[in-house]
């Protein structure tokens, strides 16, 4: 009888888990429209235009690393 319990509870987590919106996968949504927006409104200075479009692309990058990454895979799978 206790596995019974056992076994609909840790089905209840995997589905509490699963509820929500994946944010981690519509993050790139953010930044499509950053990075034009900094080469447009940072136009005059281009020191730190480049500057901080570098910084927002390798942020994007080292996201996207991490979702492919095998730590992302061990995360999920705990």
Not at 4 to 17: E, L, N, P, V
Not at 23 to 46: E, Q, S
Request: without cysteine; proline residues 8%; hydrophobic residues 45%.
């Amino acid at each position: 009888m206790a596995s019974t319990a056992d076994s609909s509870s840790q089905q209840a987590a995997i589905r509490k888990q699963n509820k929500g919106p994946p944010f981690k996968f519509l993050v790139p949504l953010i930044y499509a429209p950053v990075l034009p927006l900094i080469r447009i409104t940072l136009r005059k200075n281009p020191v730190l235009r480049d500057r901080v479009f570098g910084v927002v692309l390798a942020g994007a990058f080292a996201h996207g690393f991490y979702l492919v990454s095998d730590l992302y895979d061990a995360e999920s799978k705990s």
